[in-house]
């Protein structure tokens, strides 16, 4: 029973280690960045946009960028005809992307637009994140 337990728990762990979870939050992004030791990453989208959906759907089904993304950021999706967006950052078209560091400061150039999972994963990885 034990065993049959444990596999469940390990089969549950894989299967949400590969979602990409969002927060509403830059300032609970913040408080969850400092205390995992990550980065943050803000997706700024907008209903109807075929870039975000793409980038959502297949891009971020990817299990080695889902992987990459979940051990080094904490993830904001903001909505931005509907959320509150801070005025130190811009969309520059949809998906507009932000790499903040722990304390909300932004890490290099934002990235506009989507590609492919192998792409982004390559660009994220070219910014020098420092926790």
């Given at each position: 029973m034990?065993?049959?337990?444990?596999?469940?728990?390990?089969?549950i762990s894989l299967i949400h280690g590969n979602e990409v979870n969002y927060l509403k939050n830059?300032?609970?992004?913040?408080?969850?960045a400092v205390q995992d030791n990550k980065s943050i990453l803000i997706m700024l989208t907008q209903e109807?946009?075929?870039?975000?959906?793409?980038?959502?759907?297949?891009?971020?089904d990817d299990a080695n960028l889902v992987s990459y993304l979940n051990a080094n950021f904490i993830l904001v999706k903001l909505d931005i005809n509907n959320d509150r967006i801070p005025p130190y950052i811009k969309?520059?078209?949809?998906?507009?992307?932000?790499?903040?560091?722990?304390?909300?400061?932004?890490?290099?150039?934002?990235?506009?637009?989507?590609?492919t999972a192998e792409a982004f994963l390559k660009?994220?990885?070219s910014y020098k994140i420092k926790h």
């Open positions: 034990k065993k049959l337990l444990l596999f469940l728990l390990v089969l830059i300032e609970t992004a913040k408080e969850k109807g946009c075929p870039t975000c959906e793409y980038i959502e759907e297949v891009a971020f969309a520059y078209g949809t998906p507009t992307f932000y790499i903040l560091n722990q304390h909300g400061e932004k890490i290099g150039r934002q990235i506009v637009g989507g590609g660009l994220l990885q």
